[in-house]
């Protein structure tokens, strides 16, 4: 899940990069209205945390102008003006939630994980995928009970394609949610991830479908495009060779 912060308070910026990237987030920061206006328009992410009290443009104006153009990632709201007519001007120009400054990270990172499972129609701080579980609150996993081990980055994958749970995801998409906008991205290593992901989990629930990209679902619902995984022969995706 990749996360943009719009705060122009370093310290809070720094604080706040570094509780997101350990809670498995890839972050990019924006330190004024106007950048950050920039990059929600045209980087794909995943949620927002935008203060109100930005230099070059205010953020109930960035909301606003995002909205207008159809940019409907959930926003969280954080700013210093507890004040109502504040929270009533945040909610109108399209915010998904509020917190007031000061706030505790923890329940900062709590709102974030129910604004994602709520984009993504998931009820629960638990995703059950046939016999895989995973923790969305301290990010385990595991199948049939049993702990599985992943990096940061394999769980970053493994989550993103849970919170879109039955959908095909492309290569492209994921490459551009699992690294921030510094990185040089090569979406071939995708694969690669995918093959040691699919290795480590033992069971069947990251289907390839030929030519767009991957789903995730309940192993036998993978259709007649993944029912070789097992073996790889058949399968376009080789990397778990
Ligand atoms: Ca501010």
């Keep these: 899940m990749r996360i943009l912060v719009v705060e122009d308070e370093k310290d809070l910026q720094r604080l706040l990069k570094k509780a997101l990237t350990d809670a498995g987030y890839v972050v990019d920061v924006a330190s004024d209205g106007e950048e950050g206006h920039h990059l929600g328009d045209t980087e794909p992410y995943d949620a927002v945390i935008l203060d109100l009290g930005l230099p ?8 606003e102008r995002w909205r207008k153009s159809k940019r409907t990632m959930p926003v969280l709201i954080l700013t210093a003006r507890d004040r109502w007519s504040d929270k009533v001007a945040g909610f109108d120009a399209g915010a998904d939630d509020y917190l007031a400054k000061p706030f505790y990270t923890e329940e900062l990172l709590a709102r974030l994980r129910a604004l994602l499972r709520r984009a993504a129609g998931i ?8 016999p895989m579980r995973i923790d969305t609150r301290s990010s ?4 049939d009970g049993n702990p599985v081990k992943l990096t940061s980055l394999e769980y970053r994958l493994l989550a993103y394609l849970a919170h879109h749970k039955g959908r095909v995801v492309s ?8 690294y921030d906008q510094d990185f040089d991205r090569d979406s071939n290593t995708v694969e690669v991830f995918v093959g040691r992901l699919r290795k480590k989990l033992g069971v069947d629930v990251i289907h390839t479908v030929r030519g767009l990209g991957y789903r995730l679902d309940t192993p036998g619902l993978g259709g007649h495009d993944s029912e070789h995984h097992g073996t790889g022969h058949h399968d376009t995706d080789h990397a778990e060779d």
């Design 56 to 63: 070059k443009m205010d953020g109930v104006t960035v909301l």
């Design 123 to 130: 009820a629960t701080a638990d995703i059950e995928i046939g």
């Design 140 to 143: 385990r996993v595991t199948v």
């Design 171 to 178: 290569r492209t998409e994921l490459t551009e949610h699992l």
